[in-house]
């Protein structure tokens, strides 16, 4: 065979291989919530369905309160992994970080559950140095949790300020672009990034090349999710699984099954097994 035919044959044959995977690969969704809101429209027994249906083997789930997460987990300790996001309902989104009441019921609930992780919760620029969130991340490295933020990169910046070893997922890369990711993930090697509400990255279906770009050079640092922050988000489930799945086929095999499943079983599984 001619060179030339040789690597025509290679290429045919990878980019088969891409789009057979893309549509099998198991799906570990990093941002799931269960929020109260939820609970009657969708019960416990039929978000496990849509998640399993979705072909996740693996959930992160968060919730205002953190009874919903509890509830899915009882469910399901199967494919629930739960985090403990500090709101008690949903509506201190935005008041949490003034609130030192937060510490108190956080605390209670680390006495009475175990957790992978303390998040999802939101915090921006100098707000990440207020007292109650330097708390939170006082209590994260104290009990050996993640901290899965909501944040700009400054908050993030400030956070790595506070303990250098903290390990941050980061939710929606930040919403930053591809540059300004790709500097953080150089300047900071306990920094995870996650994918979901994120439409920019594939928004024709098709990975973005400076996003494809930063996913061969940190295959081990992405993972997806749905951010189930609504009940209407309860029904895109499945379809944000499909989507997800159509634009890791594009990317070389091993680094899809990275960003689908392996980097969260090895992060958030490892480290959740560890605790039980």
């Given at each position: 065979?001619?060179?030339?035919?040789?690597?025509?044959a290679i290429?045919?044959?990878?980019?088969?291989?891409?789009?057979?995977?893309?549509?099998?690969?198991?799906?570990?969704?990093?941002?799931?919530?269960?929020n109260?809101?939820?609970?009657?429209?969708?019960?416990?027994?039929?978000a496990?369905?849509?998640?399993?249906?979705?072909?996740?083997?693996?959930?992160?789930?968060?919730?205002?309160?953190?009874?919903?997460?509890?509830?899915l987990?009882?469910?399901?300790?199967?494919?629930?992994?739960?985090?403990?996001?500090?709101y008690?309902?949903?509506?201190e989104?935005?008041?949490?970080?003034h609130?030192?009441?937060?510490?108190?019921?956080?605390?209670?609930?680390?006495?009475?559950?175990?957790?992978?992780?303390?998040?999802?919760?939101?915090?921006?620029?100098?707000?990440?140095?207020?007292?109650?969130?330097?708390?939170?991340?006082?209590?994260?490295?104290?009990?050996?949790?993640m901290?899965?933020?909501?944040?700009?990169?400054?908050?993030?910046?400030?956070?790595?300020?506070?303990?250098?070893?903290?390990?941050?997922?980061?939710a929606h890369?930040?919403?930053e672009?591809?540059?300004?990711?790709?500097?953080?993930?150089?300047?900071?090697?306990?920094?995870?990034?996650?994918?979901?509400?994120?439409?920019?990255?594939?928004?024709?279906?098709?990975?973005?090349?400076?996003?494809?770009?930063?996913?061969?050079?940190?295959?081990?640092?992405?993972?997806?999710?749905?951010?189930t922050?609504?009940?209407?988000r309860?029904?895109?489930?499945?379809?944000?699984?499909?989507s997800?799945r159509?634009?890791?086929?594009?990317?070389?095999?091993?680094?899809?099954?990275?960003?689908?499943?392996?980097?969260?079983?090895?992060?958030?599984?490892?480290?959740?097994?560890?605790?039980?």
């Amino acid at each position: 065979m001619s060179p030339s035919l040789h690597t025509i044959a290679i290429v045919l044959i990878l980019g088969t291989t891409t789009c057979a995977h893309g549509a099998e690969l198991p799906i570990f969704d990093a941002h799931i919530h269960y929020n109260q809101d939820v609970w009657e429209v969708v019960p416990p027994k039929e978000a496990i369905a849509l998640l399993r249906k979705a072909g996740m083997v693996r959930a992160l789930v968060s919730s205002s309160s953190d009874d919903g997460t509890q509830k899915l987990y009882a469910e399901a300790p199967d494919l629930i992994i739960p985090e403990l996001r500090p709101y008690r309902t949903s509506g201190e989104i935005s008041s949490w970080v003034h609130d030192e009441s937060i510490i108190v019921h956080v605390k209670d609930r680390l006495k009475k559950y175990k957790y992978v992780a303390l998040g999802e919760f939101h915090v921006s620029g100098a707000k990440a140095d207020l007292l109650v969130v330097r708390l939170i991340v006082q209590l994260a490295k104290q009990h050996g949790l993640m901290l899965h933020a909501h944040s700009d990169a400054d908050a993030v910046e400030r956070m790595f300020r506070q303990d250098p070893e903290a390990r941050i997922l980061w939710a929606h890369a930040g919403y930053e672009q591809p540059p300004r990711v790709r500097e953080m993930l150089h300047r900071y090697k306990n920094l995870w990034v996650e994918l979901s509400s994120r439409p920019d990255i594939a928004p024709k279906g098709h990975v973005e090349a400076e996003w494809r770009e930063l996913f061969l050079e940190f295959p081990d640092r992405f993972m997806v999710g749905t951010d189930t922050f609504t009940t209407e988000r309860w029904n895109v489930v499945g379809s944000n699984a499909s989507s997800v799945r159509k634009w890791l086929a594009e990317l070389p095999v091993e680094v899809a099954e990275h960003i689908a499943y392996k980097n969260g079983e090895s992060l958030l599984t490892a480290g959740f097994s560890t605790r039980r």
